[in-house]
């Protein structure tokens, strides 16, 4: 069992900055890899960032690449999603998710064993 917990969300306006943070317990944090999913309202869930087990693979939707960065401390057990130049389209609820499965993180919703219950994160224009 993986047990997450965001926080960090909020409302921020267009072109501000949020860290949002993933803390895990359960099974051994550092090996399995780590996603960040949103879901805005009357919208499918959606990818938005993965790490491997150890921070040295990354991955991002085309949509944020340059503005969020993804990142994990295995020593505290959690993830970061920091999330720069926000636009209102990034309005949503982020899920933060774990990856059990060997091999390269998964972009995937139904590829991740564990949720977190999700922060919401407001952009105002």
């Known amino acids: 069992q993986v047990q997450l917990v965001e926080s960090g969300g909020g409302l921020v306006q267009a072109g501000g900055s949020l860290r949002l943070s993933c803390a895990a317990s359960g099974r051994t944090f550092s090996r399995y890899a780590m996603g960040w999913f949103r879901q805005a309202p009357g919208t499918d869930r959606e990818f938005v960032a993965a790490?491997?087990?150890?921070?040295?693979?990354?991955y991002y939707v085309d949509s944020v690449k340059g503005r969020f960065t993804i990142s994990r401390d295995n020593a505290k057990n959690t993830v970061y999603l920091q999330m720069n130049s926000l636009k209102p389209e990034d309005t949503a609820v982020y899920y933060c998710?774990?990856?059990?499965?060997?091999?390269?993180?998964?972009?995937?919703?139904?590829?991740?064993?564990?949720w977190g219950q999700g922060t919401q994160v407001t952009v105002s224009s």
């Open positions: 790490i491997s087990w150890n921070g040295g693979n990354t």
């Open positions: 998710a774990a990856d059990l499965r060997v091999g390269v993180p998964s972009t995937v919703v139904y590829d991740y064993d564990y």
